[in-house]
């Protein structure tokens, strides 16, 4: 078991170092302006879910309702996106995409397709218990690199 634990955490480690440098990374995604993978990824979850409001944003992505606030103030000002508020509900911020968030959000989907279609395929050819044992084992070790941030 020691073997596959080094194994483990060093293929986590290199997984999280190429996560990183594509974080830092911005693309234009046809819209004309470059956006960094946080930006688009939420431009993203406001295209896919637009009755979240920052909270469930923040929930969504694993981040705090401050980071969410500060990129949506920064994607608005730079016209991906409006904030908006129902009448009937005056308390919550919601957001929708501009005509130039659909654009970004349009390039995004087209920019996945063309990137992930090899490995979307690799998993077509794999059984549900095999991308849920995938799923739980992310999910998973995901809450546990969340300790270092704890201390």
Do not use: W
Not at 33 to 50: D, N, V
Not at 137 to 142: A, E, G, N, V
Request: hydrophobic letters at 30%.
């Amino acid at each position: 078991m020691k073997k596959f634990a080094e194994e483990l955490d060093l293929a986590v480690e290199r997984f999280i170092n190429a996560m990183d440098a594509m974080r830092k990374k911005p693309r234009d995604y046809n819209c004309g302006e470059l956006l960094y993978p946080s930006e688009i990824h939420l431009i993203e979850t406001i295209g896919k879910y637009p009755d979240l409001n920052t909270t469930q944003i923040a929930e969504r992505h694993g981040v705090s309702k401050g980071l969410v606030s500060q990129l949506t103030t920064k994607l608005e000002r730079k016209g991906f996106l409006q904030k908006f508020q129902y009448k009937e509900n005056k308390k919550e911020v919601f957001f929708k995409l501009t005509d130039k968030g659909k654009c970004a959000y349009d390039g995004h989907i087209e920019y996945h397709k063309a990137r992930n279609m090899e490995v979307y395929d690799e998993f077509e050819g794999y059984s549900e218990k095999q991308k849920e044992l995938i799923l739980s084992f992310l999910r998973k070790h995901t809450e546990y690199l969340k300790q270092y941030d704890d201390n």
